[in-house]
């Protein structure tokens, strides 16, 4: 046997879980699953935040700190060496951020830097190694299993290279294979794959696309964004300032913004997401909160973000649609800090003292109501389509973790309907509903 351990970068944090693989066979496979697979369907994974490699280059990039170098072979940007001190740290963010054009609606690197992918359509550009349990079920690197790592710096609108790139990989596997792919997004994932369907027409979703896996999705956002942008939430210890200025100077955060409204699963005006001495913050704060925080020039992106219609509209993919959501385990929904914010962006506020779960619980990361947004808007359409549409709740799942056998029957029942045809039991939309129904009146 070989003992290893899982992590799945998500939403900023590494979830990390200690596993043991018997070659051979699977921990808990042979119980939940029967073996051989009767299909081995065209399996493309869309990662989520943070879990694809990014490099860089500069060419006579200037910096505004001497020592940073303004030229640069190709060099790894993320992850960010594990090493890295003070000193550089201002050189990683410059090289790190992004800049906004408000007169185009896109964003570019600074002056002279090249960013790029690792090894798209391969696994080589990816952070963790939770393909394993694929794998050992029979899916091949190259074959049935294909990766689709992308610049997790921006939204979809912000990065037209993904779409073009995902396109080609989507009709190249097609063709190849002669079958229909999955696309199977965990975490953050689950955003860029519906606003990549957005973009594409129906005949071609129609041609090439069986199933989209939709796990654990942040369709409504998480309050834990607000945490990043104010303190700088995340592991590893003593990193808070660093992941404060990735918060700011990125915008992956900011796109998981909790969703202002009014009905049962986004924030309403009455949902306090962050509280100081002197004042509240909710879903519709979010101007409010950068120039409390001293970002006084991030109103126009702030509004193109927030706004983008991928998410603001929330149209359906077109396309049979499985979405999975744990449920049961204390998630924040609202943070509480003992003084109120400096609008200076150099200060980074310590962390809150105090955190409010959500009522409804979640799966650590991403609060229910998050997760069950597309159940009260896409199942008319789907069905008038005759698309499949399943959705279901797994009590004590982490968040992502449906992407691994270690996440319960949640990864095996995925499985089992792209492989088998075999419906999950209790998936349909109406039994998530109730089930929604019944968290939210909880105590």
Same mark, same amino acid.
């Given at each position: ?172 596997? !097609? &063709?190849? /294979?002669?079958? =229909?792919?999955?696309? @199977? ?6 955003? $860029? %794959? ?68 009014? !009905? &049962?699963? /986004?924030?309403? =005006?009455?949902?306090? @997401? ?6 509240? $913050? %909710? ?71 105090? /955190? ?88």
């Amino acid at each position: 046997m070989m003992k290893s351990g899982i992590c799945l970068h998500v939403i900023g944090h590494v979830l990390c879980v200690m596993m043991v693989v018997w070659l051979g066979s699977m921990a808990h496979g042979d119980d939940n699953i029967k073996k051989p697979l009767a299909y081995y369907p065209p399996v493309i994974v869309i990662p989520g935040l943070t879990s694809s490699n990014l490099s860089f280059t500069l060419t006579n990039s200037p910096s505004k700190f001497k020592h940073c170098p303004t030229n640069q072979n190709k060099s790894m940007l993320w992850p960010f060496p594990t090493d890295l001190d003070l000193n550089n740290e201002g050189c990683f963010i410059e090289a790190m951020g992004v800049m906004f054009d408000e007169k185009t609606n896109s964003f570019h690197n600074k002056q002279g830097e090249t960013t790029d992918i690792y090894d798209f359509g391969g696994f080589g550009g990816f952070l963790g190694n939770f393909l394993y349990g694929l794998m050992e079920l029979g899916f091949v690197i190259g074959e049935t299993l294909f990766g689709a790592p992308y610049d997790f710096r921006v939204p979809v609108f912000g990065n037209q290279e993904f779409v073009d790139s995902l396109t080609e990989l989507v009709e190249t596997v !097609s &063709n190849k /294979t002669g079958n =229909k792919v999955v696309l @199977l997004a965990p975490s953050y994932g689950p955003m $860029y %794959t519906i606003s990549f369907l957005h973009r594409k027409s129906q005949e071609w979703k129609d041609k090439y696309v069986d199933w989209f896996i939709a796990e654990s999705p942040v369709w409504s956002g998480t309050p834990l964004s607000f945490g990043y942008i104010a303190s700088g939430f995340g592991p590893p210890i003593g990193m808070q300032y660093l992941y404060r200025l990735m918060s700011t100077e990125t915008y992956s955060n900011l796109w998981l913004w909790p969703r202002a409204g009014e !009905s &049962n699963v /986004t924030y309403s =005006k009455n949902a306090v @997401l962050g509280r100081t001495p002197s004042k509240n $913050y %909710t879903a519709y704060d979010v101007h409010e909160l950068f120039h409390d925080l001293g970002f006084d020039d991030r109103d126009a992106v702030i509004n193109s973000v927030v706004n983008d219609t991928d998410l603001l509209d929330f149209k359906h993919p077109g396309v049979n649609t499985y979405v999975t959501f744990g449920y049961g385990l204390d998630t924040g929904e609202s943070y509480t800090w003992k003084n109120d914010f400096v609008p200076n962006k150099n200060i980074v506020p310590p962390m809150p003292y105090k /955190t409010a779960n959500a009522t409804e619980t979640g799966d650590s990361v991403v609060p229910v109501r998050s997760s069950m947004r597309a159940a009260f808007l896409w199942e008319k359409p789907l069905q008038q389509m005759g698309k499949r549409f399943l959705y279901k709740g797994y009590y004590g799942q982490s968040h992502a973790l449906c992407a691994i056998p270690e996440g319960g029957s949640c990864f095996f029942e995925v499985v089992d309907l792209i492989c088998n045809n075999i419906t999950p039991p209790q998936s349909s939309v109406d039994e998530a509903k109730d089930l929604f129904s019944k968290l939210m009146q909880q105590a």
